[in-house]
């Protein structure tokens, strides 16, 4: 099978030591591809030498889309463009979030985001980050989606949002002039109209008189977007779509919606979704988490053109790594089963009033205490009528 989504490490430069990334799965990062219909150039190691390997997880796949896409490229891009069946102007409504990262950085993007004076409603559509809250505390997932308790933003996760914002408008500019300059420059402005579009982060620095610590923090952004350059070549690859919204409604009636980062079409017509991450890749025990997103996406662009998507493809920007999957129709069949469940246990949760704290580590960041059990606090008022339990319920 033709494919020019090649296999190719970090190029040189790239990236820094950290822990191994290791294959999720009998298919993950390393998987060989098949041969190139023609030359592609290699994105591999430093002057044409061998590529490079992510400690013991094999070659990663960090390869290019070339840009003159055939038929069957052509094909594939229209069916992928076609999966945005929400304008701009209904997902603000809706409250879906204007990148993938608002949605991780506010906590409230998606089905959670808050709306005010909105009056309460059940949940009605899963996203990838609400599932995760579920899965990660299901009183959370309730302070989120339908108490929409308001959130700080994080330094952390406002700074994903820039990059990402980055990395988007880059590919406004023709191939040869994505370069580290030009992607430096976009920075200070992207920062502004994060400002104007979300006030609420204006707040992280303004304890900064002098404006060192955002200093600190827009180089830190500066560095993030370079390190990209040493994992992929923007100046080889012509996105068929950027920060796509997609939804797709399932037999069951479940509606499922997430933000793609970046979706690459090979000349072949073969699909790549790609995320970035802004923090660093995680252990191998955690891998499969981090591939549930992608799992997600890659289920909805299915259930809407019956394409399985050749890989799905995570970048760390704070660690230099990418970590790679290669799916099949099994994997999504498994995912949807997963979902299926997960939505049963929140449809539970929301009839019952029965939301319980899950204790974690990750309770230490949570901005939630003074209304957790867990702490010592008490949960507003459960604003959704209750059916009490019976046989089978609760």
Not at 95 to 122: F, Q
């Given at each position: ?55 013991a997880g094999g070659p990663v796949a960090s ?194 919606r997430g933000i793609i980062d970046r979706v ?30 992608m799992k997600f996406y890659a289920l909805v ?94």
């Amino acid at each position: 099978m033709d494919s020019s989504i090649e296999e190719a490490g970090p190029r040189a430069g790239g990236a820094d030591e950290t822990e191994p990334v290791v294959p999720a799965g009998p298919r993950a990062s390393g998987a060989a591809l098949p041969a190139q219909a023609g030359p592609v150039p290699s994105m591999g190691g430093a002057a044409g030498g061998p590529e490079s390997d992510v400690a013991a997880g094999g070659p990663v796949a960090s390869g290019a889309v070339e840009a003159d896409a055939g038929t069957g490229a052509g094909e594939a891009h229209a069916a992928i463009s076609e999966a945005a069946p929400v304008p701009a102007a209904a997902r603000a409504a809706t409250g879906e979030a204007e990148s993938g990262a608002v949605e991780e950085a506010s906590g409230a993007g998606g089905d959670g985001a808050p709306v005010a004076g909105r009056v309460a409603v059940a949940p009605s559509s899963l996203s990838p980050s609400r599932a995760g809250d579920f899965m990660q505390c299901p009183l959370l997932y309730r302070f989120r989606v339908i108490d929409r308790l308001p959130e700080k933003p994080s330094e952390a996760a406002t700074r994903g949002t820039l990059v990402h914002a980055v990395l988007e408008r880059l590919f406004d500019a023709p191939a040869g002039e994505r370069t580290v300059p030009r992607a430096k420059a976009l920075i200070p402005g992207q920062w502004d109209r994060l400002r104007e579009s979300r006030p609420e982060v204006s707040e992280l620095f303004a304890d900064d008189p002098e404006g060192e610590r955002l200093a600190r923090w827009l180089a830190e952004a500066e560095r993030l977007v370079e390190r990209w350059f040493s994992l992929e070549d923007p100046t080889r690859l012509e996105p068929a779509e950027r920060e796509l919204f997609v939804e797709a409604e399932l037999e069951s009636g479940l509606r499922l919606r997430g933000i793609i980062d970046r979706v690459d079409v090979a000349p072949t017509g073969e699909v790549r979704i790609v995320d970035y991450k802004t923090g660093k890749a995680p252990r191998a025990e955690y891998a499969d988490g981090a591939l549930f997103q992608m799992k997600f996406y890659a289920l909805v662009v299915w259930r809407l053109k019956r394409v399985v998507p050749r890989r799905l493809q995570l970048v760390y920007l704070g660690s230099g790594d990418v970590l790679t999957y290669d799916p099949d129709l099994a994997d999504l069949e498994r995912v949807e089963r997963k979902l299926h469940a997960l939505w049963e246990a929140i449809s539970q949760a929301t009839r019952t009033g029965v939301w319980r704290p899950r204790p974690t580590k990750l309770c230490g960041w949570c901005d939630h205490q003074a209304h957790c059990p867990e702490f010592g606090g008490t949960p507003p008022p459960y604003p959704l009528p209750v059916v009490e339990s019976g046989p089978g319920v609760g």
